[in-house]
């Protein structure tokens, strides 16, 4: 079973609009973390925002902010005012603090692309 | 210099080359990590080590071969490699690796090398 799903393969959005990247996860550990990555053409993973389990409160970053609705096991990214060079691969993905050992697990990614 | 570097950032290799791949840590974590990104598949994790100790091999065939003779580098030697090999080698860091405690440490990626096998 897939721990992590990203439904949306690609997504458009207007610049200066907000936009959200949908994640969806499943796992029975109580205590992971959710990240988002994005990943530009250039190729480099850069770390965006990340949301423990127990936090009581959306985690914020900046335009970035995470939706996260834990009974749902949803982590949706919200990227507010949308700049051309938000266009590029975003991934979510997660680690299981006590049965998940070493690992991030990655979702499959969303390609956003920002219009002017 | 800060983050993670990554050298070469391209390469082109035959089937019959040996070569390596360096990855570099300037952010003070104890472990690192090899990941392979192929068009079109999630991230696949390859290999983890915690202070220069490898923890992790996610059966990865043996024509990959990492190092890790410090807390700051690592390595990963490739020798007859095949075209499927072909993808971008992203290395990766963390302050600590998640397991028996609660918390879960965020990874920080290199901008990775992207390999062509001829």
């Known amino acids: 079973a897939q721990k992590i799903t990203q439904t949306q393969p690609g997504m458009f959005v207007q610049e200066k609009e907000a936009v959200t990247l949908d994640c969806t996860y499943d796992t029975s550990d109580p205590s992971y973390g959710l990240f988002w990555y994005k990943q530009p053409s250039s190729g480099e993973m850069i770390f965006l925002i990340y949301?423990?389990?127990?936090?009581?409160q959306n985690a914020t970053e900046g335009r970035y902010s995470l939706n996260f609705q834990k009974a749902r096991k949803s982590a949706n990214l919200v990227i507010s005012a949308s700049q051309l060079g938000d266009s590029a691969m975003y991934f979510c993905?997660?680690?299981?603090?006590?049965?998940?050992?070493?690992?991030?697990?990655f979702g499959a990614g969303t390609r956003l692309f920002v219009k002017a | 210099e800060t983050g993670v570097t990554q050298t070469p950032r391209h390469l082109v290799m035959g089937m019959t080359n040996k070569k390596s791949l360096k990855c570099e840590q300037h952010?003070?974590?104890?472990?690192m990590y090899w990941y392979k990104q192929s068009a079109k598949k999630p991230l696949e994790l390859m290999f983890v080590y915690s202070l220069e100790e490898r923890v992790e091999n996610n059966s990865v065939p043996s024509r990959f071969s990492p190092e890790c003779p410090n807390s700051s580098h690592l390595f990963l030697h490739l020798h007859t490699l095949q075209p499927e090999d072909s993808a971008l080698y992203l290395c990766?860091?963390?302050?600590?690796?998640?397991?028996?405690?609660?918390?879960?440490?965020?990874?920080?990626f290199g901008p990775g090398t992207r390999l062509t096998v001829t």
């Open positions: 993905a997660m680690r299981e603090g006590y049965t998940g050992g070493f690992k991030t697990i």
């Open positions: 990766a860091s963390s302050q600590g690796i998640t397991g028996q405690s609660s918390v879960v440490y965020e990874q920080y």
């Open positions: 949301q423990g389990s127990y936090d009581q």
């Open positions: 952010l003070g974590h104890n472990a």
